[in-house]
């Protein structure tokens, strides 16, 4: 750890590349416990450094160093049975081997080990080994080897190796010449090998196990299996041996990344396995034999109409589209990073930036600093295919495993009935919602020819529904919210609840429309997106108002979506950690109007947090309409996903199959196309559920 201290106090690139790499794990954390990955096969050469002959190792005690490392990087060591009990299920294959390199860099025929004669008595930890100018001998390209120095290390130094991120020159390890192998000079208690196992371990990026940070007990090795401990243990403890109240089963002492006696270190854990994994996917994925990605650049647009299932579909700048668009999409920068941007939004928005992290993924932060992963589903020279999906920190467990949706999000089914769920109060307040006041708030929503969220017709319909709100008894704020060069605006209305310790219930849709086809200066009706959901959320608003509930009521008119979800990214950073957690649930309504499939139906998307919202959403479906539905955990593109990123329950109701709607974010999205009274099942399900979450005071 001491060159690694070093590096961070001197370099500032180090400390630079060493953050990324943090960021570049986590994100490949959270994909690769769901997938095996296939055995890895490293190249190494073995550089002997030796000042008499006894230092001068032979083959042979090198070959039983490799023995060992097959065997405790596969868990095939003799000894892993020294595990206590209830550490084995902890025990995991890291699915590497190592072999000597058959080709030296200029590409002759080698075994794949080097010697040298030097004067240097002893070397420390200063890299000289690793220079023939110093004594030592020079690397080989460390993109395609492991090098590893065999010398006369001094100080009681047993090893030490170099982080991934630092320089390429100093890159590999270092081993005490009698602490490498089992044969030959290898001398107790460091002759099992187990040396280089550790500072192999620290080149794939394992910190110790009792953590690094100088924190004592609140230290981490960022990986969450691995017990807190106070620090390294030396010799062979019993079991069980406990610090830092971490009983009853102690200490890992039988980690490979403590420093126990070789014949006291026997195991990685899955977690460890996972970091390493996750290395070579990443910062030494050219030693796993993967080459470099390499990413799209520059702007890729959104190909709307090519969009399926999931999926969503990206052309390169300049590609022929069958009708106008362009207007938005990703920007993919030569560093590996990447942007949202989209015209008329100004410069590309934070709340999506992203980078590269695999061939197959991609990484994305969102303004609320949670990690999302971006699958990548197909990727041609003038095609890529994107999934987005909702993805968990290494540090946080996901419940995503634990959640089963009761439909999926193709498949579209009547929910079953429950005749436990239907009460005369709620049927009552289903029963209000109202076709004709649908009708005329529809009309307000749509008398301007366009609701361009920095545009006067938004401004316009803005101020009208505010003033609805206020009549309806709601205390009123209205918002400003910048879009690129302009303002747009938040509409939300408030009506106080009658609890003791309230929550909030919040009920959202966008106001603004936009038309991709012809340009932001043309007719953009938006009826179904998103008209429909602005007059759904008015007519929700008048219908909770005429009850009395135990938590606070919010309805919220977002602007800004169709450039990239501003209004209500802006609304949730805005957010205190105390507002956040009074929320008990939001339901986002977007494209509520049209029938695209034969009978009715909606699909309801959320996130893991989500769950359970989604399941009464479902419920309420089958008990009090005659939807069908579909259930989705993957949020995409609308309100709710600012809220989901800030682990706050949200849903999405749209009406199924909506990508079969060829006509939205164009000027043919007009009144005629929307069906009101389907518009009002789907408000018969979401009343029901508000209604439970808000919790009706007789």
Aim: charged share 25%; aromatic share 6%.
């Amino acid at each position: 750890m001491d060159v690694h201290r070093r590096l961070l106090t001197e370099s500032s690139t180090y400390r630079a590349e060493r953050a990324r790499i943090e960021n570049q794990t986590i994100a490949l954390a959270a994909i690769l416990p769901a997938r095996e990955r296939e055995v890895v096969r490293i190249d190494v050469v073995v550089h002997v450094v030796a000042a008499t002959d006894d230092q001068d190792i032979s083959d042979d005690q090198i070959a039983s160093q490799f023995a060992v490392l097959d065997r405790d990087f596969r868990a095939a060591n003799d000894d892993i049975d020294n595990v206590p009990e209830p550490f084995r299920p902890l025990v995991a294959d890291a699915r590497v081997e190592f072999a000597f390199a058959t080709t030296d860099p200029d590409g002759q025929p080698t075994t794949g080990i080097t010697r040298t004669r030097t004067r240097v008595a002893e070397f420390d930890s200063d890299d000289a080994i690793k220079s023939a100018s110093t004594g030592g001998a020079d690397p080989w390209p460390s993109e395609k080897y492991l090098n590893l120095w065999v010398c006369r290390l001094g100080g009681g130094l047993l090893g030490y190796a170099q982080f991934p991120g630092g320089p390429a020159e100093t890159d590999g390890v270092v081993i005490l010449d009698t602490a490498f192998g089992t044969t030959g000079t290898a001398s107790a208690p460091f002759d099992l090998g187990r040396t280089a196992t550790h500072e192999i371990g620290h080149w794939l990026n394992l910190f110790h196990i009792w953590g690094d940070d100088g924190d004592g007990c609140g230290g981490t090795d960022e990986v969450d299996d691995t017990p807190n401990q106070g620090g390294p243990n030396n010799g062979r403890p019993t079991y069980p041996h406990v610090s830092c109240n971490n009983g009853p089963n102690g200490d890992l002492f039988v980690n490979y990344m403590d420093y126990t006696d070789d014949a006291g270190m026997v195991m990685f854990t899955r977690g460890q396995v996972t970091r390493m994994s996750a290395c070579l996917e990443g910062v030494r994925r050219s030693l796993a034999g993967r080459t470099e990605t390499v990413a799209p650049l520059g702007r890729w647009t959104h190909s709307f109409e090519e969009d399926h299932d999931d999926v969503t579909v990206y052309r390169p700048q300049g590609y022929d589209f069958p009708r106008a668009r362009g207007r938005a999409g990703l920007e993919f920068r030569p560093d590996g990073s990447f942007v949202d941007w989209s015209i008329g939004a100004g410069d590309a928005r934070t709340a999506r930036a992203g980078s590269w992290v695999a061939d197959d993924h991609l990484r994305l932060i969102t303004a609320a600093g949670n990690a999302r992963t971006v699958s990548v589903v197909a990727r041609t020279d003038d095609r890529l295919e994107l999934a987005f999906r909702t993805a968990t920190s290494t540090h946080r467990p996901s419940c995503r495993a634990d959640v089963v949706l009761p439909f999926s999000a193709t498949d579209f089914r009547r929910p079953p009935p429950s005749d436990t769920r239907r009460t005369s109060g709620v049927t009552a307040l289903l029963d209000a919602v109202s076709e004709s006041r649908i009708e005329d708030t529809l009309d307000v929503v749509l008398a301007p020819s366009s609701r361009v969220s920095t545009g006067e017709g938004f401004r316009q319909v803005a101020a009208q529904l505010a003033a609805v709100l206020i009549d309806a008894g709601y205390d009123v704020v209205q918002d400003p919210v910048v879009v690129g060069d302009g303002l747009s605006e938040n509409v939300t209305g408030d009506r106080t609840g009658t609890g003791g310790a309230r929550g909030v219930v919040i009920v959202t849709a966008h106001l603004d429309s936009v038309n991709h086809e012809d340009g932001p200066d043309s007719p953009a009706p938006g009826a179904d997106d998103n008209a429909s959901g602005a007059a759904g959320l008015i007519e929700l608003a008048r219908v909770l108002a005429t009850g009395t509930w135990e938590h606070d009521t919010r309805v919220i008119l977002f602007g800004g979506e169709e450039q990239g979800l501003y209004g209500s990214t802006a609304y949730v950073a805005s957010l205190s950690a105390a507002e956040r957690d009074r929320i008990i649930g939001v339901v986002n309504m977007d494209m509520i109007g049209r029938l695209n499939t034969a009978e009715p139906s909606v699909l309801i998307e959320g996130a893991p947090v989500s769950a359970a919202l989604i399941q009464s959403l479902v419920e309420a479906a089958g008990e009090y309409t005659t939807l069908a539905v579909a259930t989705s955990l993957e949020p995409y593109a609308s309100d709710h996903v600012p809220f989901i990123d800030a682990e706050i329950p949200a849903v999405l109701t749209i009406e199924g199959d909506d990508r079969a709607n060829t006509d939205v974010h164009s000027a043919r999205d007009v009144r005629g196309n929307v069906d009101v009274g389907f518009m009002v099942e789907i408000l018969r399900m979401n009343a029901a559920v508000l209604a439970q979450l808000l919790n009706p005071v007789d």
